[in-house]
């Protein structure tokens, strides 16, 4: 079969089901340092808190690594999820912006047992400069292009303020970065065949709050008065 062939033959999985490979890895990770062998689909969705026909259609895209009666061999088909996610290999990954978050995402440790290794840590503050943080130096951003030409980066983490993320995502796809994890709350723009992932702690928090409200206003049986359906009346003098 030719390259182009092959190419236009392999297998697509929904964006829905990549977002759900690393949490079946994590799963499966736990269950391997349990000492579990085998589980059946439903001892793996219930440990990675989904459905177990939504987990067995997820991993049917993957191949039938499954034994009717028996279940998964918990070592292989966590060895073919991580191959499948590309974590089988060793990812150098730069983190620029080294405040409060920049520490603690430099000091954590899930970066190097999941296939990451940060290779240098950028901050344009002078005064940060040679710091050990984990073990590794913290240098000017100005390195930025350096590093990533000899450390073969690919993935970049932004953990800056908002007014200086984008200036940081344009100089690291202008590097040759084509994979960017952002902290900074700002919206990126980049160019077509750079993929941006977002982490937004105060959204996850607003969501929760918003749970947190419908379970309250369903306990007490109404909303309170300005607010619709879960959502707060918007007045013109709020605008």
């Given at each position: ?24 890895l994590r ?6 340092e ?26 049917s ?28 290999q ?31 840590l ?11 943080v ?11 292009e ?28 202008a590097a ?12 990126l ?38 607010v619709?359906d ?9 605008l």
């Amino acid at each position: 079969m030719s390259a182009r062939n092959s190419s236009e033959t392999a297998r697509v999985i929904p964006e829905a089901t990549v977002a759900r490979l690393p949490v079946y890895l994590r799963a499966l990770t736990a269950l391997s340092e349990s000492g579990i062998r085998t589980c059946s689909s439903e001892e793996l969705a219930t440990a990675a808190g989904v459905n177990s026909a939504k987990l067995r259609k997820d991993l049917s895209y993957l191949g039938s690594y499954g034994t009717r009666g028996v279940g998964y061999d918990v070592e292989y088909l966590r060895y073919q999820i991580a191959r499948e996610i590309g974590v089988t290999q060793d990812w150098p990954v730069v983190i620029v912006g080294i405040g409060n978050l920049g520490h603690a995402l430099a000091n954590y440790s899930g970066f190097r047992s999941r296939g990451f290794r940060v290779v240098a840590l950028l901050d344009a503050d002078p005064e940060r400069h040679d710091e050990l943080v984990a073990g590794v130096a913290v240098q000017p951003f100005d390195d930025l292009e350096s590093i990533v030409e000899e450390h073969g980066v690919a993935i970049g983490v932004i953990a800056t303020p908002a007014l200086a993320a984008q200036n940081v995502a344009d100089r690291m796809v202008a590097a040759g970065i084509s994979s960017i994890l952002n902290f900074a709350p700002a919206v990126l723009t980049v160019p077509e065949g750079v993929d941006v992932r977002k982490v937004d702690l105060s959204i996850e928090l607003q969501i929760l709050a918003y749970h947190e409200q419908r379970k309250a206003h369903g306990a007490q049986g109404s909303l309170p008065d300005g607010v619709a359906d879960g959502v707060p009346e918007v007045t013109e003098a709020a605008l």
